[in-house]
């Protein structure tokens, strides 16, 4: 029964299952694989108060807090909120600049022409518009928010020398933004947000996935990967 399926999928999330390795034909010997994805399926489901959205960078305890704070008019606090609103990122004028196809080179060579520098721009901007309207309540922000995502889910590839540290970037700071959108304001339209969702599948995870790299340029992509699987319930 259904107890049963359920003491299976915590065995293979938690124990792991035993996979053969296979050289030139014949088996030479086992690794373990556990299931990151059954043991988040597993929580939600049986203490759903253990992981809430929004489950990236911030909470909204924690947002509440800095709110009060910033509406006290206590520093740093204070300071730190209006250095935000005078950003680009926080002007109530942004204008998202997608693209289907973004292409960099080493060092960001060409990123303005390929677009990784707008991508960079507006994923900072979803996520610096979303954190304006929790702090204002003013709608404004929210809807920007939601224009920035809304554009981008027709981005299909990321691609040139620098394709994958571009994409675990973007891939780390889109998904903050829309977090805080999905959690706070629900005239985010469902088929929006699932437009959005299947675009970090389609133009994100195939370059991510398995990728090998070093330094921080791996930690650039875990951070990604994390951050659209919190989005993503995956």
């Known amino acids: 029964g ?7 999928a915590l065995r293979r999330a938690v124990d792991g299952v035993d996979e053969p390795v296979f050289y030139r034909g014949e088996q030479c010997g ?5 299931s990151d ?27 509440q ?32 600049r997608p693209r289907e196809t973004i292409s960099s080179g080493f060092s ?18 979803a996520y610096t518009q979303a954190l304006m309207w929790i702090f204002t309540n ?7 928010a939601v224009r920035i995502l809304n554009a981008w889910s027709i981005l299909k590839s ?14 780390s700071m889109f998904p903050q ?3 805080l959108i999905r959690a706070t304001y629900p005239k985010w339209k469902q088929e929006d947000r699932a437009a959005f969702s299947k675009m970090l599948n389609r133009a994100f995870l195939p370059i991510l996935h398995n990728r090998l790299s070093y330094g921080n340029r791996e930690l650039a992509v875990i951070n990604a990967l994390m951050a659209i699987g919190v989005f993503n319930d995956d």
């Open 158 to 171: 990321h691609e040139g020398p620098n394709w994958y540290l571009t994409a675990a970037w973007a891939g």
């Open 30 to 34: 086992v690794v373990r694989k556990y």
């Open 138 to 144: 003013d709608e404004q922000y929210a809807e920007n």
């Open 37 to 63: 994805h059954l043991l988040t399926v597993l929580l939600n489901a049986r203490r759903p108060e253990k992981f809430r959205h929004p489950g990236l960078l911030n909470s909204i305890e924690e947002l």
């Open 2 to 8: 259904t107890d049963r399926v359920e003491d299976e």
């Open 177 to 179: 933004g829309a977090e």
């Open 65 to 96: 807090f800095i709110r009060k704070k910033i509406e006290a008019r206590e520093e740093p606090w204070k300071s730190a909120f209006e250095c935000m609103k005078a950003s680009k990122w926080a002007s109530l004028k942004y204008k998202p």
């Open 108 to 125: 960001g060579a060409g990123g303005g022409a390929g677009g990784s520098f707008d991508e960079s721009d507006d994923a900072i901007a």
